[in-house]
């Protein structure tokens, strides 16, 4: 049973950075893919990026070019880089893996098996 943590959320200004992590226990990372979604209040959660075991990358379009996802196998951690944060990013980020995706699949949050708690990101204007 995987278990996920995610850290590194809190509180920054519009135009600021922030790095999430997203820590696994009672797997190995990499056999599976990873991704983050967020959740703002009120609204579905939404798909941000995901990393495959080859290391390819996704990501949503309303993020791509300001936010990197990473991943270190040897510390069974995943990072998610923000930078040029705006308020829209405003949301709980979380943290799936699944070791059954497909790229075709890898943007659905019901393909993801494991997920963690959360970590709030709150952008002020």
């Known amino acids: 049973q995987v278990q996920l943590l995610e850290s590194g959320g809190g509180l920054v200004q519009a135009g600021g950075s922030l790095r999430v992590s997203c820590a696994a226990s009672?797997?190995?990372?990499?056999?599976?893919?990873m991704a983050w979604f967020r959740q703002a209040p009120g609204k579905d959660r939404e798909f941000v990026s995901a990393?495959?075991?080859?290391?390819?990358?996704f990501y949503a379009e309303s993020v791509k070019g300001r936010f990197t996802i990473s991943r270190d196998n040897a510390k069974n951690t995943v990072y998610l880089e923000m930078n040029s944060l705006k308020p829209e990013d405003t949301a709980v980020y979380y943290c799936?893996?699944?070791?059954?995706?497909?790229?075709?699949?890898?943007?659905?949050?019901?393909?993801?098996?494991?997920w963690g708690q959360g970590t709030q990101v709150t952008v002020s204007s």
């Open positions: 799936g893996a699944s070791s059954r995706i497909i790229t075709s699949t890898i943007r659905r949050s019901e393909y993801y098996d494991y």
């Open positions: 009672g797997g190995t990372l990499s056999n599976y893919a």
């Open positions: 990393i495959r075991q080859s290391r390819a990358t």
